[in-house]
């Protein structure tokens, strides 16, 4: 690798920043306006400590992958929801958790799911199915958000979604969406959600009470029965901690893969080739169609990525290595990977603003550096549910993609840039 010379941190204006806060636009508003004025490495003050943006693929490699000790984690924005569960965990017991984990989404771990995601998506499907026959007005995102949670409570417990525990579960992403414009005091805060909390409490507690007490749902023992399996010998599996692991899977589990399908639909309302081309690659079941399928799902999560940024304090001070320099940044920095400009960024990816899945088929039309295409992470803190994701989002559209159009009777005008990005209003459809 060259050698770079050792240069401060580039700021934005802070006028520029005033005018950015007086216009009361979106955050990534303001990452987007610092990136293209001082490049992948920049930085800029919205409070009283110095935040660098890291959009370069070679720093952003650095900061996840290369010197995660150096940039940790200080507190997740959904504690009060996942309290110290594996995406709030730091330390030791982040690296505990991690491993008891780690084996459910791996090789054989994936196995024994492949069943209860085609049961959700053959649920989602045979419902599909009744609209396209009804003429029934859908809400699409609905329906996503609708298959993910039966897909992860199958693989948390065992048993397919019933109506009842649908209800209570429409707490958790009414408490996600609730995230960004809670008070900043963490007792207001739990106070402005605790309705929704204490449903998520009686939930958690009442799935852990009957694996206790020996219960197995149809689909037999799911990851709820390792974790409380796990307090059999791990002291810190209490039951909050147990609660928070569940929580922690279900929001993981459902919200982002909810969102990116949502996305999907919509892209391919305004791009309806690409479902004629990935349908054409291949006969059903085949290699071909799985991969010209997957090819779309990565598109989506190139413009829209699950975790669209990746907040980091700066543990000590460091070199940022960066494609053009090495960067000097102090201890105590706020450092903001943000995958989102990444992804589009015209000097990683050609034409980034169009929905171009070819990008994922053909060799050379995506960037090679590991830090370049980055939806789920990098480096040891990347979602362990990458696999997972892929896995029940490619089922679901090879069962629905060649089955039925959503024909849209509006679409949202823009994202809603909370805990992930997603589309900014309902999606009503009906089904050609």
């Known amino acids: 690798m060259a050698t770079h010379a050792l240069r401060p941190v580039p700021e934005l204006e802070p006028g520029l920043v005033e005018e950015w806060r007086a216009g009361g636009g979106e955050l990534v508003e303001l990452f987007a306006r610092a990136r293209s004025r001082l490049g992948g490495v920049a930085a800029f003050r919205l409070g009283p400590r110095p935040t660098v943006l890291v959009t370069d693929p070679q720093a952003v490699q650095h900061v996840l992958a290369l010197r995660p000790d150096r940039y940790v984690k200080r507190s997740h924005r959904a504690r009060l929801l996942i309290g110290d569960g594996l995406l709030a965990a730091t330390g030791e017991a982040w690296q505990r958790q991690r491993r008891l984990l780690q084996s459910q989404f791996t090789g054989p771990g994936m196995r024994r799911y ?16 009744g609209y396209a026959r009804t003429g029934h007005l859908l809400d699409v995102g609905e329906e996503m958000r609708r298959f993910a949670l039966d897909t992860i409570w199958r693989s948390l417990t065992g048993h397919p979604l019933d109506p009842g525990t649908e209800r209570e579960l429409a707490a958790v992403p009414a408490v996600v969406a609730a995230l960004p414009s809670l008070p900043a005091d963490g007792t207001a805060a739990q106070g402005a ?21 020996g219960e197995t749902g149809p689909d037999g023992p799911g990851l709820l029965h390792v ?10 599996y209490t039951d909050r901690l147990i609660r928070d692991e569940l929580v922690t899977l279900l929001v993981a589990g459902h919200e982002t893969t909810a ?46 990525p699950s975790a669209w940024i990746l907040p980091r304090c700066a543990a000590e ?21 943000c ?10 990816w050609k034409d980034p603003g169009r929905f171009d899945p070819g990008r994922f088929t053909t060799p050379g039309r995506r960037p090679a550096h590991p830090g370049g295409y980055l939806p ?12 997972f994701a892929l896995r029940e989002s490619t089922v679901l559209l090879e069962h629905l993609l060649p089955a039925h159009t959503p024909r849209f009777r509006s679409t949202p005008a823009k994202a809603a840039y909370g805990l992930v990005v997603r589309p900014d209003g309902p999606t009503p459809a009906t089904l050609g």
């Open 114 to 129: 492949e069943q209860r995601i085609a049961g959700a998506a053959r649920v989602a499907a045979e419902r599909w199915a």
């Open 193 to 213: 959600v605790a309705a929704e909390l204490a449903r998520i409490d009686m939930l958690a507690s009442r799935a852990i009470a009957a694996v206790r007490d």
């Open 227 to 236: 974790l409380v399996e796990a307090a059999g010998t791990r002291p810190e």
């Open 259 to 304: 969102t990116t399908l949502t996305w999907l639909y919509l892209l391919l309302d305004g791009n309806p080739q690409a479902r004629e081309q990935a349908l054409a690659a291949g006969a059903e079941g085949s290699p071909e169609r799985r991969q010209a399928v997957q090819a779309l799902v990565h598109e989506t999560l190139r413009l829209y």
């Open 317 to 337: 001070d460091d070199t940022l290595a960066g494609t053009l320099a090495g960067y000097e940044v102090e201890a105590g920095t706020d450092v903001l990977v």
């Open 339 to 348: 995958p989102y400009l990444t992804h589009r960024d015209p000097g990683l």
């Open 376 to 387: 789920f992470g990098i480096g040891p803190r990347a979602c362990l549910g990458l696999q």
